[in-house]
């Protein structure tokens, strides 16, 4: 870590701290962090369909991508040096159930669309979240009863779930839920099923966040969902609890760890960096991803100068990647 003030004692005149500013070299020189393509991980909508890309309205640039388009854009990521690339399936309403057992379904979209990736491009990882939302009526993460989300029950769901999706070839399982235990319960199931190779990133702390509204239209759970999602993500207020969820996942195997949303956090991902040293990523979210888009679009700010300030910040924070629906314009520009 860097020495504090105290340590390194200066003082003007003798010291002016604008020498090391006074030109790009020097400032290149004494710079601390930089962004690599190899810090991104891209998160991709999928929906059924065939040579298909639907815009996301409330995430301008975005879109939802039919299977074969998702195949273009992982080599596309990979190409610009993107070491993996999350997938969020759109399930369509008629597969959708109070239990979200489409989930577990071996032949659902996001299966396809792992499979078809591992088939066709080789040198991106895949990850996908394991979270019922996507595929319940309600919209909730969980299994309910009455007004409810049931903890035990839905971990049954959820180990079926990342167990269709290491056989079909996933290479990291992003439990995204919430539920108490389920990191051990997953991973557990996949080692009892030979997937000890298969790794996990926890969305170890997860906040119960309004910043995921252009998510839930993007994956087409937002009119489902009643009620809100407090009783399982966390309250904005807290921070040590961060550190209790974190102690938990890696306790129970988790390899890596994300906080989540990214920006309003930062001072969450900074501790839970320097407390466990383990990597620990950083989920720049829908609604962070709407803000600064859209108000570029309107002119309102310059992208040229906010999209790499905004991923500075994570990096900054200790944060070791980030997840972030820029990814592939930031390592366009990385590239040039
Ligand atoms: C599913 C999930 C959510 C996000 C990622 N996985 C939404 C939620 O928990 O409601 C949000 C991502 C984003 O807003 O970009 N559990």
Same mark, same amino acid.
């Given at each position: 870590?860097?020495?504090?003030?105290?340590?390194?004692?200066?003082?003007?005149?003798?010291?002016?701290?604008?020498?090391?500013?006074?030109?790009?070299?020097?400032?290149?020189?004494?710079?601390?962090?930089?962004?690599?393509?190899?810090?991104?991980?891209?998160?991709?909508?999928?929906?059924?369909?065939?040579?298909?890309?639907?815009?996301?309205?409330?995430?301008?640039?975005?879109?939802?991508?039919?299977?074969?388009?998702?195949?273009?854009?992982?080599?596309?990521?990979?190409?610009?040096?993107?070491?993996?690339?999350?997938?969020?399936?759109?399930?369509?309403?008629?597969?959708?159930?109070?239990?979200?057992?489409?989930?577990?379904?071996?032949?659902?979209?996001?299966?396809?669309?792992?499979? @078809?990736?591992?088939?066709? $491009?080789?040198?991106?990882?895949?990850?996908? &979240? =394991? +979270?019922?939302?996507?595929? /319940? !009526?309600? #919209?909730?993460?969980?299994?309910?009863?009455?007004?409810?989300?049931?903890?035990?029950?839905?971990?049954?769901?959820?180990?079926?779930?990342?167990?269709?999706?290491?056989?079909?070839?996933?290479?990291?399982?992003?439990?995204?839920?919430?539920?108490?235990?389920?990191?051990?319960?997953?991973?557990?199931?996949?080692?009892?099923?030979?997937?000890?190779?298969?790794?996990?990133?926890?969305?170890?702390?997860?906040?119960?966040?309004?910043?995921?509204?252009?998510?839930?239209?993007?994956?087409?759970?937002?009119?489902?969902?009643?009620?809100?999602?407090?009783?399982?993500?966390?309250?904005?207020?807290?921070?040590?609890?961060?550190?209790?969820?974190?102690?938990?996942?890696?306790?129970?195997? @988790?390899?890596?760890?994300? $906080?989540?949303?990214?920006?309003?956090?930062? &001072? =969450? +991902?900074?501790?839970?960096? /320097? !407390?466990? #040293?383990?990597?620990?990523?950083?989920?720049?979210?829908?609604?962070?991803?709407?803000?600064?888009?859209?108000?570029?679009?309107?002119?309102?700010?310059?992208?040229?100068?906010?999209?790499?300030?905004?991923?500075?910040?994570?990096?900054?924070?200790?944060?070791?990647?980030?997840?972030?629906?820029?990814?592939?314009?930031?390592?366009?520009?990385?590239?040039?």
């Amino acid at each position: 870590m860097t020495q504090g003030p105290q340590t390194f004692p200066g003082r003007f005149p003798n010291t002016r701290l604008r020498r090391n500013r006074r030109s790009p070299w020097a400032r290149a020189l004494v710079s601390e962090n930089a962004l690599s393509a190899a810090d991104l991980i891209w998160p991709v909508f999928v929906r059924e369909g065939d040579n298909v890309r639907e815009p996301v309205e409330s995430m301008p640039g975005v879109r939802r991508l039919s299977v074969d388009q998702v195949v273009e854009a992982a080599r596309e990521a990979r190409d610009l040096g993107i070491p993996a690339i999350a997938l969020f399936p759109n399930t369509p309403e008629h597969l959708k159930t109070p239990d979200g057992v489409e989930a577990t379904n071996d032949g659902n979209l996001v299966c396809r669309a792992i499979a @078809a990736l591992k088939a066709e $491009v080789d040198g991106i990882g895949v990850m996908v &979240d =394991v +979270a019922l939302d996507p595929f /319940t !009526t309600h #919209g909730h993460d969980g299994v309910m009863s009455g007004e409810e989300i049931l903890n035990d029950e839905t971990l049954d769901i959820l180990c079926r779930q990342a167990l269709v999706q290491a056989q079909a070839g996933c290479d990291i399982i992003s439990p995204s839920d919430m539920m108490d235990g389920r990191i051990g319960a997953i991973r557990r199931t996949l080692d009892d099923n030979g997937f000890t190779n298969v790794s996990i990133m926890a969305y170890a702390a997860k906040y119960a966040s309004g910043f995921y509204g252009p998510f839930r239209d993007a994956v087409g759970s937002s009119g489902n969902l009643i009620g809100d999602k407090r009783t399982y993500q966390m309250d904005p207020a807290n921070s040590d609890e961060a550190l209790r969820e974190v102690t938990f996942d890696l306790d129970e195997g @988790a390899d890596m760890v994300m $906080v989540k949303p990214g920006m309003p956090y930062l &001072d =969450v +991902a900074s501790r839970v960096k /320097t !407390t466990f #040293g383990v990597p620990t990523f950083a989920y720049q979210v829908s609604g962070e991803y709407a803000m600064i888009e859209g108000a570029c679009r309107n002119g309102w700010l310059d992208r040229e100068k906010v999209w790499p300030e905004a991923m500075l910040c994570f990096k900054r924070a200790g944060c070791d990647g980030i997840l972030t629906y820029a990814a592939v314009e930031m390592a366009k520009k990385l590239k040039t």
